[in-house]
């Protein structure tokens, strides 16, 4: 499985990004997909989930409100809307594959990774 990822940048705090996930080798129908962050210094952490068929998301509370994941897997594409971005915001956002069909497990079981693609919010 391939995931590519792109869409981030440099954005003023309270603008927004849509952050994109390419999947290619893989049918996306079965599985759920995560986006996680990994801010410098810090662990690598779960941002949102969702389900394989699209009608079940998470959120971490940190995001809640602001950020929106969304699929198409007939395009193999994965969404990251991410509004009123905040400088805290700013980190190296993953997409993620989970060899579940759900999220019911919160951050565990995703296994194939992409490369990231870079998000920074001026403070």
């Known amino acids: 499985v391939q995931l590519v990822e792109s869409g981030g940048g440099l954005v003023q705090a309270g603008g927004s990004l849509r952050l994109s996930c390419a999947a290619s080798s893989i049918n996306l129908q079965y599985y759920a997909m995560g986006w996680f962050r990994q801010a410098p210094g810090k662990d690598r952490e779960g941002v949102s989930c969702?389900?394989?068929?699209?009608?079940?998301?998470n959120y971490a509370d940190s995001v809640k409100g602001r950020f929106t994941i969304s699929r198409d897997n007939d395009k193999s594409m994965v969404w990251l809307q991410m509004n009123d971005l905040k400088p805290e915001d700013t980190a190296v956002y993953y997409c993620a594959v989970s060899i579940y069909s759900g999220c019911q497990r919160g951050w565990l079981g995703f296994d194939a990774w992409g490369r990231g693609t870079q998000v920074t919010v001026p403070s």
């Open positions: 969702i389900n394989n068929s699209g009608s079940s998301t």
